[in-house]
């Protein structure tokens, strides 16, 4: 697979699957509504982890920059990549300097 750039941090390389820590709030979900719904009898309740899950798959090829988390990691031949690159080469830019000078 090619190497990606970040849009908003220019971090280059490989994004990363977005699934490992999100997993845990589907174990919370259907922990909660689980529990409530055995409590409760209220089976039907189950449709909100069922749904929570399919909205979670779908989502679920979706990747992320492992840098800033950002969902924005595009081609490094696509136009916006080409323009993430530019911005990385050129640091002086008045933004990255406010955030150096910021610390
Ligand atoms: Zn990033």
Redesign the pocket.
């Known amino acids: 697979m090619k190497d990606r750039i970040?849009t908003?941090?220019?971090?280059e390389g490989q994004p990363i699957k977005q699934c490992k820590a999100s997993f845990l709030v589907d174990a919370f979900v259907w922990g909660t509504v689980g529990s409530f719904a055995l409590a409760t009898g209220l089976l039907p309740a189950l449709v909100i982890p069922v749904a929570w899950t399919t909205y979670h798959l779908a989502k679920f090829n979706t990747t992320k920059?492992p840098?800033?988390?950002?969902l924005d990691?595009v081609s490094k031949d696509s136009r916006k990549g080409r323009a993430a690159l530019e911005r990385k080469a050129k640091p002086t830019q008045v933004w990255v300097n406010k955030e150096v000078s910021s610390h």
């Open positions: 970040c908003s941090c220019g971090y920059c840098q800033c988390g950002s990691m």
